[in-house]
């Protein structure tokens, strides 16, 4: 399954658990600030209300800026397990050297800027996982947890992520539904 993201996004109730867990057994990737640009395009608004009233999107498109390089980001959420808290997505990405000129060229070209997050990330690797730790803007603290070993299903990667937060000993967490965005759009 190329091209697929299996990850959760968690809010522990006792972040220094897994802070510990991390600094012990893990290599630190690296640390960044980033500011992320979420646009709609000219011909359509990707943001729609769910059934609660919630703003959410099914489609991304992303520029990322940080200290050292940018990127940009289209993403597709496919939401068949949304029920269990396990939707997964479509994810295709390339570096930039330039993005603040990727930035004035969707500007041009009638692109809309949907929302701006900005946060500071401290990144580990462990085995064929990656942790993101997260400090966001006007969000709060969150731990992304990403399966980076291709497996036969999503439901297969999910298990792994949630075996894993078992064995480090994070037991209570609250699981963040959507993305960052999408929890700024309905702040």
């Known amino acids: 399954m190329d091209d697929v993201e299996i990850e959760i996004k968690i809010k522990p109730k006792k972040p220094e658990v897994l802070v510990a867990w991390l600094k012990k057994n893990t290599k630190l990737i690296r640390s ?11 011909h ?5 209300e769910d059934r609660l009233g919630k703003k959410r999107a099914d489609d991304y498109l992303r520029i990322r800026i940080d200290e050292k390089e940018g990127g ?7 939401r068949e397990l949304e ?14 050297g330039k993005p603040d000129k990727l930035l004035k060229i969707f500007e041009l070209l009638g692109f809309k800027v949907s929302a701006v997050i ?3 990330r401290n990144s580990y690797s462990y085995g064929e996982f990656q942790f993101d730790c997260d400090e ?18 999503p ?33």
């Open 155 to 187: 439901d297969d990667g999910f298990k792994k992520i949630y075996k894993l937060l078992k064995d480090v000993g994070v037991k209570e967490w609250e699981e963040a539904r959507g993305g960052y965005v999408e929890m700024w759009w309905n702040k």
């Open 72 to 78: 940009v980001t289209y993403k597709h959420y496919h």
């Open 32 to 42: 960044s600030h980033q500011i992320d640009y979420y646009f709609n395009p000219p």
């Open 83 to 96: 029920a269990e808290g396990r939707a997964y997505l479509d994810e295709v990405e390339t570096s930039l």
């Open 118 to 120: 900005d946060k500071t």
């Open 136 to 153: 966001v803007k006007d969000l709060g603290t969150f731990v992304e947890i990403e399966l980076k070993s291709k497996v036969v299903s």
């Open 44 to 48: 359509k608004d990707f943001l729609f």
